[in-house]
Nanobody, 120 residues
Framework: QVQLVESGGGLVQAGGSLRLSCAASGRTFYPMGWFRQAPGKEREFVAAISWSGSSTYYADSVKGRFTISRDNAKNTVYLQMNSLKLEDTAVYYC???????????????WGQGTQVTVSS
């Protein structure tokens, strides 16, 4: 079992930055990642990171703007979001799974989500 708690969401102007955090407890040695769900849309993959942190994966829509990282000493994964756009507005969910392939395809264990709103 993995328990995930996100934090760091909020309201930001377009072009601004936010950093999301996801604290894990339980089985913490899993690949972890982020998904998001905008109103009226399906949940979509954003980024993932291997347990060691040596491998990262990004959706094309966020490449070059978002950076995923992790601090295993703190059992925490981060998503640094820069150059935010209106279309980045969504609820962001932290996810974890034993398989990076499963994680990037459909998630796994989920956090409760944190709202990110980008305004013009």
């Amino acid at each position: 079992q993995v328990q995930l708690v996100e934090s760091g969401g909020g309201l930001v102007q377009a072009g601004g930055s936010l950093r999301l955090s996801c604290a894990a407890s339980g089985r913490t040695f899993y690949p972890m990642g982020w998904f998001r769900q905008a109103p009226g849309k399906e949940r979509e993959f954003v980024a993932a990171i291997s347990w060691s942190g040596s491998s990262t994966y990004y959706a094309d829509s966020v490449k070059g703007r978002f950076t995923i990282s992790r601090d295993n000493a703190k059992n925490t994964v981060y998503l640094q979001m820069n150059s935010l756009k209106l279309e980045d507005t969504a609820v962001y969910y932290c996810a974890a799974d034993a398989s990076i392939a499963v994680l990037t395809a459909r998630g796994g264990y989920w956090g409760q989500g944190t709202q990110v709103t980008v305004s013009s």
